[in-house]
């Protein structure tokens, strides 16, 4: 079990420019998360899959961002036409259905300038 | 609206003392609670939960108590270590309407353990 991966650790962009991070859950997980997190605020929920199916998304995913995980292994989250308020922490979680117990990942920090 | 709280943005105690750390919240619909450890450049690790229809969950150091009626909890940390500095967030879940793990994280507080 080598936890959750995430990748990369960190990125800088320039404001406009698209991003894409990766996320490798536990293995035998198949619910996976995003979630995003900024200066003195918890994690805030983004968005989640069960297996490849995309289940719920937060009012805070807007048109720019996209989820992915297309074979209900690892996921991508890409975000296009970066703007400096996308600077933060994003978190990938993963965890068996029916548990609530999220494992996280270290986090991709985007620095947006 | 805040539904998880974390009133208190720092706590300091001494070593073997006890940590108490409060969380309010708002939903009466949250049927699942967590706490977790944030150490800086790291990403959040689970420590304690307690499902709603229970008061009192106890692992090692740590426990943590449900007020349902105050909508409140408290993480209990004794002896108090070095190592347990760090951030902790409270976490609730609202097993409803399909939304299993969809965690509403409070901003968190920040324990210094001194020696």
């Known amino acids: 079990d080598t936890g959750v991966s995430q990748d990369p650790r960190h990125k800088i962009t320039k404001r406009g420019q698209n991003v894409t991070f990766r996320c490798d859950p536990i293995?035998?997980?198949?619910?996976l998360y995003w979630y995003r997190q900024t200066l003195g605020q918890g994690p805030e929920f983004l968005t989640y899959?069960?297996?490849?199916?995309?289940?719920?998304k937060s009012r805070l995913l807007s048109d720019r961002f996209s989820a992915e995980r297309p074979k209900g292994s690892f996921s991508t989250l890409e975000i296009q036409r970066t703007e400096q308020g996308d600077s933060a922490m994003y978190l990938c979680?993963?965890?068996?259905?029916?548990?609530?117990?999220?494992?996280f990942g270290s986090g991709t920090q985007l620095s947006v300038l | 609206d805040q539904q998880v709280k974390q009133n208190s943005p720092s706590l300091s105690v001494q070593e073997g003392r006890i940590s108490i750390l409060n969380c309010d919240y708002t939903?009466?619909?949250?049927?699942?609670f967590l706490w977790y450890k944030k150490y800086p450049a790291e990403g959040p690790t689970f420590l304690i939960s307690?499902?709603?229809?229970?008061d009192k969950n106890e692992d090692g150091r740590f426990t943590v108590f449900l007020n349902k009626s105050a909508k409140h909890l408290s993480l209990h940390i004794v002896p108090s270590q070095p190592g347990d500095s760090a951030v902790y967030f409270c976490?609730?879940?609202?097993?409803?309407?399909?939304?299993?793990?969809?965690?509403?994280f409070g901003k968190g507080t920040k324990l210094s353990v001194k020696p």
């Open positions: 307690i499902s709603s229809i229970k």
């Open positions: 939903n009466s619909m949250f049927d699942y």
């Open positions: 293995s035998e997980h198949n619910r």
């Open positions: 979680a993963s965890s068996l259905a029916l548990d609530t117990k999220l494992f």
């Open positions: 899959f069960q297996n490849e199916a995309q289940l719920e």
């Open positions: 976490a609730a879940s609202d097993g409803s309407g399909g939304s299993q793990g969809n965690l509403i």
